[in-house]
């Protein structure tokens, strides 16, 4: 059985068409394809810059370097004179051991006094 319905369109015309065809869907990946590279390459360009330029206009000043090393030097300063009246405290207390910090009478002074 032979093909012999009528055909709209030769043959040639029809391989022809379809190379066009075939040839446009690549040029138009392709296009596609160069597209989206470069606007990722943009993408990671702008982020980039933007962290270089962020990290440039962020860089602190040599005045505010000296503030913020004079500021961390007063924190540890009042932290050392915190530990040493602390201890100083401590001290004291285990040579004065009341509640009150009174003055306590040696009781071999009492027995004497009361004696006289």
Do not use: W
């Amino acid at each position: 059985m032979t093909d012999s319905s009528p055909k709209l369109i030769e043959h040639n015309v029809k391989n022809y068409l379809h190379n066009m065809l075939q040839t446009s869907h690549e040029t138009r990946t392709t296009m596609y394809y160069y597209a989206l590279n470069l606007g990722i390459l943009f993408f990671f360009i702008a982020i980039f810059g933007s962290a270089l330029y962020y990290c440039y206009h962020s860089k602190k000043t040599p005045y505010e370097l000296e503030q913020k090393m004079m500021k961390d030097q007063e924190y540890v300063m009042s932290k050392i004179r915190f530990y040493q009246s602390h201890q100083k405290q401590v001290i004291e207390s285990k040579v004065n051991p009341g509640i009150t910090n009174l003055p306590m009478m040696n009781p071999g002074i009492n027995a004497t006094m009361n004696m006289h």
